[in-house]
């Protein structure tokens, strides 16, 4: 694994550019990554960064990429943690959006999923080289609630850490009232990110169920307009 930066080192600032001990009050901060762009063909690129231990998170990450390739103008990218090869990074550089995902495991996402967050701390130091980027998460675990809010937390600092803008769920929650149905989307009532449950003795061919993989879809969907605003946004801008 790549030597881990820590926040001690100097700051990288390109050539030209002031450094922040350098400005003077009132001066503008200095932009000091490329701004998010659309490529030739304005294809906002939505990138779902997970990991699944046993496949019932996986199923959770397809919905999530159905959801985002639904939505015209962008396309999904499913990108397994599981080896953490060049390729990965670079099709993660190459995203507009990273949605993060993992189950929950004894309260925080996966190990696997940590050992890429603590990885992506190169690209962290390159210059905060996911700064502006689209980012949201997704989780999934046997219990109802399985402390899987902190999962979701634990995404967006992450997002915070890399300058990445977090985008939640815009969905009320469904299952709380006494004539509401489990069926209903956003069953589990998250708006930090999607979550899911999957019974235990369930194999991921049935578990999460369907209303979770509805809501899960609703957040690839959500990630993808944003995104699309975010991108022709900054051509205006
Ligand atoms: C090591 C380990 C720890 C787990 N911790 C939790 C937990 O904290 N909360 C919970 O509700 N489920 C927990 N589970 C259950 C998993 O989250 C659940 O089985 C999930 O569906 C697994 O997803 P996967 O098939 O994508 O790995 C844990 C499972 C394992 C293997």
Partial sequence: MPATPTAHEPE?????????????P????????????????????????????????????EAVAAG???????????????ELTDDVWARLKAADAIIFGAPTYMG???????AFAEAS?????DNLG??????AGFTNSKAMSGDKLNSLVDFAV?????GMIWVGLDIYPGWAESTASIEDLNRLGSW???????????????APPETDLRTAAALGSRVATVTLRHLRGSLAA
Avoid: N
Wanted: aromatic letters at 4%.
């Fill in 12 to 24: 990288q600032v390109p050539a030209g550019q002031p450094s922040a001990a350098e400005l003077q």
């Fill in 26 to 61: 009132g001066q503008p901060v200095p932009t000091r990554a490329p701004q998010p762009q659309p490529d030739s063909s304005g294809t906002a690129r939505i990138a779902i960064a997970y990991h699944s231990g046993y496949g019932h998170t996986a199923r959770q990450a």
């Fill in 68 to 82: 985002a390739d639904a939505v015209p103008g962008a396309t999904a990218d499913l990108v397994s943690l599981d």
């Fill in 108 to 114: 925080s996402p996966s190990a696997v999923f940590k």
């Fill in 121 to 125: 701390a190169d690209v962290w130091a």
């Fill in 130 to 135: 996911w700064r502006d980027k689209i980012a």
């Fill in 158 to 162: 992450l997002a915070a850490q890399h």
């Fill in 192 to 206: 930090l990110g999607a979550m899911a449950q999957s019974d235990a003795d369930l194999s991921a061919e049935k």
